[in-house]
C-alpha cells in the first residue's frame, strides 16, 4: 500500500521535506533501491521498479502462504 501512496505522490507536486513523506521513503526505499538497481530504466524517465515491486512482493505472499 505505501508503494502505491509513493506512485501517486510522484504524479503530484509535494514537498520531499515533509516528515510524512520522508518516512514514506525510508520505509519504500530498501525494496524500491534494489530493484532500480537491477532495471535500470529510469534514464528512459519511466520508473518500472514499483511494478517489478509489486509483482516480487506477489509472488513472496504466495510462496509464504503455500508453505503455510
Known sequence: MLIMIRVLLSWIPHDPYNQIIQILYRITEPILKPIRDILPMQSMGMDFSPIAAFFLLGFV???????V
Open 61 to 67: 505472499k504466495k510462496f509464504l502462504l503455500m508453505a
